[in-house]
């Protein structure tokens, strides 16, 4: 895999932080794994796919809820958080799936209607169902997993 802009945008940003930002940062860039995400068409049927539609009924501008409610109905799905590349340009935070050892993006697909193969992904955390829904239930809103959970992994440590 070629290198991923996306791992070099965040150690840009890195070199400016300092303090608690810097903390983050470095351990964003620990946890960074660049990720080639597939068509959804590689990972379901058909019927899957229409079953996707009619249950998660994605919505612009909600990939972590989209992400979240897949991995509601396939137990096997996990939720990703990270960032992808906006039109091949800059990075924007994005929340998508794997199943198995594949990446899907159903935002993407079926809600804009974009070749997820042709932007570049990268993953800072991945996390189950039973993970992510005792955290929306907290907070009361999808979305901003990684961040919550390296807080809480963070305030253990010190």
Not at 17 to 28: H, L, P, S, V
Not at 83 to 101: R, Y
Not at 127 to 156: A, Q
Request: aromatic residues 12%; negative net charge; contains cysteine.
């Amino acid at each position: 895999m070629k290198e991923n802009s996306l791992v070099i945008e965040l150690q840009h940003f890195a070199g400016f932080m300092e303090g608690r930002q810097k903390k983050f940062y470095d351990q964003m860039i620990k946890d960074a794994k660049p990720v080639e995400v597939v068509s959804l068409s590689e990972v379901f049927t058909p019927e899957q796919i229409d079953f996707i539609k009619k249950a998660v009924q994605p919505k612009a501008k909600e990939c972590y809820r989209n992400a979240h409610l897949l991995t509601s109905i396939f137990p096997e799905a996990l939720y990703v958080e990270g960032k992808m590349t906006c039109c091949k340009c800059f990075g924007i935070e994005h929340a998508w799936n794997k199943i198995g050892d594949k990446y899907i993006d159903i935002t993407m697909e079926l809600v804009l209607n974009r070749d997820p193969t042709q932007e570049e992904y990268m993953s800072l955390g991945e996390y189950s169902e039973d993970v992510i829904s005792p955290i929306v239930l907290e907070t009361g809103f999808y979305g901003n997993i990684y961040t919550i959970v390296y807080n809480r992994n963070n305030r253990k440590s010190n």
